[in-house]
């Protein structure tokens, strides 16, 4: 499963949404990666997020696989909207 976001907070993705992020994922089961420029991360890691160096306006694919993707992905999701970070983009 994966979506994609359109990251709209001035900063992009530095230290404290990638924190946020990580932290909301950590607890699922699921393997969840960040992809941004061809590059692919685990989401689970703040340095590999944090290497990605995404900017403002950046498109990001976020993909699961396991047994609570969905559910993670709807954390992701709430998390990105809720805590202004972007927004989810078709």
Sequence with gaps: ???????????????????LLVAAV??????????HNNRTVNLKS????????VTPGSIVEITADGADAATLLQTVTELIVSKKIGEESL
């Design 1 to 19: 499963m994966k979506r994609m976001y359109k990251i709209t907070t001035t900063e992009g993705i530095h230290a404290r949404p990638a924190a």
């Design 46 to 53: 703040i340095m590999g997020v944090m290497s990605l160096g």
């Design 26 to 35: 950590t607890p699922f089961e699921s393997n969840v990666e960040l992809t």
